[in-house]
C-alpha cells in the first residue's frame, strides 16, 4: 500500500490505519532517509497506543520502553542509526526479536537489515518535497 502525507496531520491518519491492527509480537521495521517521517509517525502511532509521553528518536541511547495502555503492551521504541554489526549482538537486539509481548518500532532499519527476522512489517519513507512524504507498507 502507497501512501502520501502531504501534513503530520495526514502522517497521524497513516499511523492510525496501523494502530487499529498492530498487536504484542509485532517488529514495524522503518527504512527511509533522515528527516523522511520515521519518528514523526512513531509519535502519532504511540499516541494511538494510549501512550502521552512525549516521543523522540532514542539515537543516543538505542531504545526507549512505553506502556501502549491501549494494547495492554510494551512499545519498544529502537533506533538502529549508531548501529554495526558488533552493536547488534551487543543490544541483544535478537532477544527483542523473540520477545511477542511487546511491539517494537525500529528506526533506521536498514543499518541492521540482515539481522531482521522474517515476518516483520516494513514501512518505507520516502522524501518527495518539503511537505510531502510517500509511504510504502
Known sequence: MDFISHSENDTNK??????????????LALFGELGSGKTT???YLAK?????????SPTFVIEKRY?????DTELIHIDCYRMD???VEQHYLNDLFADNNSIKVIEWSEK???????????IKFEYQGENERKIIY
Open 41 to 43: 509517525f512513531t509519535k
Open 85 to 87: 554489526e558488533k552493536s
Open 14 to 27: 497513516f499511523a492510525k490505519k496501523i494502530a487499529k491492527n498492530v498487536v504484542a509480537g509485532d517488529i
Open 48 to 56: 494511538e497506543l494510549g501512550i502521552s509521553e512525549n516521543i523522540t
Open 112 to 122: 541492521i537489515e540482515k539481522y531482521l527476522p522474517e515476518g516483520i512489517k516494513k
Open 67 to 71: 506502556v501502549a495502555k491501549s494494547k
